[in-house]
Each structure stands twice: as structure tokens, then as C-alpha cells.
């Protein structure tokens, strides 16, 4: 699997929550899925290999007529779930490499330390399957630098993306956004 990278075609399956169908007025969050699908090349006269998966699964708080600048103003300053409810959790098939940062196959929480006004980090944690506010420090794998625009509309409902690139190889963008938020860092197959 080391080079993996270098043989994954990319099959998106990929990019845009998946929500609940409820009315989000009225919704205090929903749950999202974000997938993307690495189908490796066939080899001729084999069986179809098993294609790998990258999955995020959050809660989507709404906004719902609060300000929200990526977070509510009472996440921010500190380690926020980077959702709703119970932790936002990743879960890969692959070896990967977020922000610059090694991150093994396995399942992991994600989090965003947060600022007010200035630079984001997010937060790849080994603890999962724990409420959002349940943060273990001491099980951080990784924390990745994050870019941050303003944006012109505001994002009602917390979204997540796994963006591939353009040119179809195994990489491209991890995004979530929030209000006039929103944060990016590259995740590749390593």
C-alpha cells in the first residue's frame, strides 16, 4: 500500500453533505456525511479491487438567526467539536497526509481550535465515539494550520466538503464553513 498514491485513480463520490431531510427552522442540528471513493486501477484477468474510502460524519448545527463567524461566539477561543453533538469523526481506509501533517488509516475525531478574529488550527484526535465536548488533548494525533477567508454569503447550516483536485489524482481540499467563515487545509493519499 506505500504507493498507493501513485496508482489510486480518483473516483469522486465525493463532495456535498449529505443532511437528513427535516425543516432546519425548527432543527436544532441534523447529522452530515461527507465520501470520497479511491477506486485503484483494475488489473486485467483479477477480480475488481476494493475501492478505498475517505468518510467525515458531523452534526450540522444551523445558524437560525445567530451570528456565527465559523463558530457560535461561545466557541470561540477554545477547542470547539467542530459540529453538533456527538464528535465529528474521520474515518480512512488510507494512509493519509492532512496539512502537510501523516495521518494513518484508521478513525479519528476532528476538531477546530478556534480565535475570534485570527488563524484556525484543526485538530486530528484518536478518541472517538465520545459527545463533541468530551475533547482529550492527550489523544491528539496532529494540529494543522488552517486557511481562512471571509465570506461574502453567509453559510446557514455547518458544511463540510472533501474537495478533489482537478486533475484527478488521490488529493485536493478538506473545507468546512459556518456563517462568514470558512476554513481549508489538503489532504492526499500518502
Known amino acids: 500500500m506505500k504507493t498507493l498514491a501513485g496508482i489510486l485513480a480518483f ?6 453533505p449529505v443532511a437528513a431531510q427535516t425543516n432546519l427552522k425548527s432543527a436544532a442540528s441534523t447529522r452530515a456525511t461527507i465520501e470520497v471513493t479511491l477506486a485503484p486501477p483494475r488489473v486485467q484477468g483479477q477480480p475488481a479491487p476494493t475501492p478505498a474510502k475517505i468518510k467525515i460524519d458531523y452534526g450540522q448545527p444551523h445558524a437560525r438567526g445567530r451570528v456565527v463567524a465559523g463558530a457560535l461566539a461561545d466557541d470561540l477561543g477554545k477547542v ?32 477546530a481550535e478556534t480565535t475570534p478574529a485570527g488563524a484556525w488550527k484543526l485538530i486530528i484526535n484518536k478518541n472517538t465515539g465520545q459527545w463533541g465536548t468530551e475533547y482529550l488533548a492527550d489523544k491528539d494525533l496532529a494540529r494543522v494550520a488552517l486557511t481562512a477567508k471571509t465570506l461574502s454569503a453567509p453559510v446557514e447550516s ?28 489538503t489532504w492526499a493519499v500518502k
Do not use: H, Q
Open 158 to 185: 455547518f458544511s463540510m466538503w472533501l474537495v478533489p483536485g482537478a486533475d484527478g489524482a488521490a488529493k485536493g481540499d478538506l473545507r468546512f464553513a459556518w456563517g462568514t467563515r470558512e476554513f481549508t487545509t
Open 80 to 111: 470547539w467539536r467542530l459540529g453538533a453533538n456527538t464528535s465529528t469523526t474521520m474515518t480512512t481506509d488510507v494512509d493519509l497526509v492532512i496539512g502537510g501533517v501523516a495521518v494513518p488509516k484508521g478513525s479519528y475525531s476532528l476538531y
Open 11 to 16: 473516483s469522486a463520490a465525493a463532495a456535498l
